[in-house]
């Protein structure tokens, strides 16, 4: 029997040896590295999508930008006032009537007497120093410490057939009544009634319909003393007017219901 030793011995005497094939050992390893790094890369691009994927999920929305509110103006008597869009004209009406959006001050139109349809989706405010007509106080509210009352927002079909909305609120100790109307809904009524509030550093330039005269119309005598209790100053402009009496206020400027500072002047056009 051969011995173990002895076949090892033989065998390896008939094995050829020669240098190790560094070169093929070199190619494998690098064929591994760049197996791995391709695997790494891949799993980090991964990994960064995922990461930007679930951010983009997190991320908020974009809100739009809420678009500014329209300018405002105040129109009032006295010191309570109305906030209306500065770009509302006046007395755009016909018998009283208003054709679009408009505050009503001295409104002359109102004396005819005649079936003027009200367009749809049209506003106003009438100011005046009396109660406007059918105000009834349905109930009381406190408006920045004054007394008001308020008659309650109601809508009627009009015997031209647009719907109007109606609404007042009157501030008896301060003589000012502010009623709106709307033939687009009773959400704009209540809207603007909303925004009455008491200014008590302006005053506005009270209306010379609330001053009795003669059929020719208003004296300024009778209606410079409103200015002055209203903390505002009169300065007289005669003119010629041979229709007019003499002491006949024909206008003032600024007009009714514009608010003022405290001390400012109003012009009053008189007849001499």
Not at 136 to 162: F, K, M, N
Not at 205 to 218: E, F, H, I, N, R
């Amino acid at each position: 029997m051969t011995d173990l030793p002895d076949l090892l011995e033989r065998t390896a005497a008939r094995t050829p040896v020669g240098p190790p094939p560094l070169d093929a050992l070199r190619a494998g390893a690098e064929r591994r590295r760049r197996r791995r790094t391709a695997t790494l890369s891949g799993a980090a691009a991964a990994a960064v999508g995922t990461v930007i994927s679930a951010a983009t999920l997190l991320a908020p929305a974009p809100q739009p930008t809420p678009a500014a509110p329209p300018p405002t103006r105040l129109v009032g008597i006295g010191h309570a006032a109305i906030a209306v869009p500065a770009d509302w004209p006046r007395n755009r009406s016909i018998c009283g009537t208003p054709q679009q959006d408009t505050v009503q001050i001295d409104d002359s139109s109102m004396v005819l007497e005649c079936l003027a349809g009200r367009p749809q989706d049209v506003d106003s405010v009438q100011v005046s120093g009396s109660p406007t007509v059918g105000f009834q106080a349905d109930e009381t509210l406190v408006i920045d410490g004054a007394r008001a009352e308020r008659q309650r927002t109601t809508c009627y079909d009009s015997s031209v057939g647009s719907r109007v909305c109606a609404g007042a609120v009157g501030i008896p100790a301060l003589g000012v009544w502010f009623r709106a109307e709307s033939s687009t809904s009773a959400e704009h009524v209540d809207r603007l009634l909303s925004r009455i509030r008491i200014v008590p550093d302006q005053a506005g330039v009270p209306s010379p319909w609330s001053v009795t005269g003669p059929p020719t119309g208003a004296l300024a005598g009778g209606y410079v003393p409103l200015l002055s209790d209203a903390g505002l100053k009169a300065q007289v402009k005669q003119v010629k007017s041979p229709s007019y009496p003499s002491g006949t206020l024909l206008g003032v400027s600024p007009a009714a219901g514009t608010m003022l500072p405290l001390g400012a002047t109003v012009t009053l056009t008189v007849a001499k």
